[in-house]
């Protein structure tokens, strides 16, 4: 008999070292003085919060799902101690939160002047611009708001994979209507091979929202499918948000410059990055700044959110994510990706999930069966003579 399951040790001088931390960092944009970019600073408090509310609230919230029912078993174990799923709806809890929380200090002239900036917004052109990306702010949260309640009740109700698989476009209605309303761009840029024949834009018209549409249910089930893995969820999630934030790194104003060696993957040209609003990879460009600025901010308390919540779902397993943390996630991936326009180089971090979903493509069209959970059964009580 396999000993019970226990929770995994939660150090009290973590919590005690990272509150200060993360309190100052969030304060920090209302002293003199002011900060480059006083917002950010803000959000790196938010993504330490996020994560020190993940790593404490998920096991003191867990057997409160057990009691409810919401429970499963680790099908790869000896053990059969009941686990409680759903935990994303915790983890989306805490990031929609803070992400609320968050709005007075991008979108707000009042703090602005309390921390001695005058009514100048960061990475904002004035107030028409202010009420633009406050409401393109408010659209991707109901986005984010829509996408939890439908993955817990993908979790609650079980739903099968052909009908999942339309969902996410109703947590899309928001971002496509707000979107249209501001006057989204609809054109994309020519890959360079492209060029010669299309020109260096290219003008998709509706077509257009009808792959914001589909980006926002690829990026959602891309990462479910792959789940039946301790930590497969929550490490997906946590490795392409690493990558979005290192690619909007590269737009920001830096305040030294430096230079990315191409030639080492031939191409001739250097890019130059660094310098205050040369910013880095945007050329001087602040409205490119301005949205990778937008994406960092939804991005770093994911990250924060995922790595909490890792520490409990890693192997084995003390809580599992559920649906509502793959349609979280994923939708924060296509929230950054189209209000930010760079869902192309989106794509190029889910290169795994659209190999898994080309190779999942019989199973998930009814081709072959396709079971719950694609993964091996362990039978511990099998007989040497029964394996053959």
């Known amino acids: ?114 921390s001695g900036g005058g009514s100048k917004i960061e990475g904002l052109l004035g107030a028409a611009s202010l009420h633009h990306e406050l409401s393109v702010y408010l659209s991707s949260l109901l986005s984010l708001l829509i996408a939890t309640l439908l993955g817990f009740l993908d979790d609650v109700f079980d739903i099968r994979w052909r009908h999942k698989l339309p969902i996410p476009l109703i947590a899309a209605i928001p971002l496509l209507m ?19 024949f299309l020109g260096l834009l290219v003008n998709l018209g509706p077509l257009y929202y009808l792959y914001m549409s589909l980006l926002s249910t690829f990026t959602t089930n891309s990462i479910n499918i792959l789940a039946g893995i301790n930590g497969s969820e929550v490490s997906q999630a946590l490795i392409i948000a690493i990558s979005v934030i290192i690619n909007d790194l ?80 994923g939708m924060a991936f296509s929230v950054v990706g189209i209000q930010a326009h760079f869902s192309k180089t989106l794509l190029l971090f889910f290169i795994p999930q659209i190999f898994n979903f080309l190779l999942s493509c019989p199973q998930l069209f009814g081709i072959v069966p396709c079971p719950r959970h694609r993964v091996p059964r362990f039978y511990h009580n099998l007989r040497d003579t029964d394996r053959h």
């Open 250 to 329: 590269l737009y920001m104003p830096w305040p030294f410059d430096f230079r990315i060696p191409m030639h080492l993957l031939g191409n001739q040209i250097e890019v130059e990055v660094g310098g205050a609003w040369h910013a880095g990879m945007a050329y001087g460009s602040i409205e490119l700044v301005d949205r990778h600025l937008f994406s960092l901010y939804f991005m770093l308390p994911l990250v924060g959110v995922c790595l909490g919540f890792m520490y409990h779902n890693w192997y084995p397993a003390r809580a599992f994510p559920g649906d509502t943390l793959c349609y979280v996630t």
């Open 1 to 114: 008999m396999a000993p019970p399951l226990s929770p995994r040790p939660l150090p009290s001088i973590l919590f005690i070292s990272l509150i200060p931390i993360a309190s100052w960092f969030v304060v920090r944009p209302l002293l003199d003085p002011v900060p480059p970019l006083p917002a950010l600073w803000a959000s790196v408090g938010f993504s330490i919060f996020a994560f020190v509310a993940a790593l404490y609230l998920v096991p003191a919230l867990g057997p409160t799902f057990v009691k409810a029912n919401l429970k499963g078993k680790d099908l790869l174990k000896v053990y059969s101690d009941p686990i409680p799923e759903s935990q994303g709806l915790v983890c989306a809890s805490i990031y929609i939160l803070l992400l609320i929380l968050f709005i007075p200090f991008s979108f707000s002239t009042s703090i602005a002047s309390l």
């Open 178 to 196: 707000v979107y249209y309303a501001e006057g989204g761009n609809t054109h994309v840029v020519v890959p360079i091979p492209l060029r010669p």
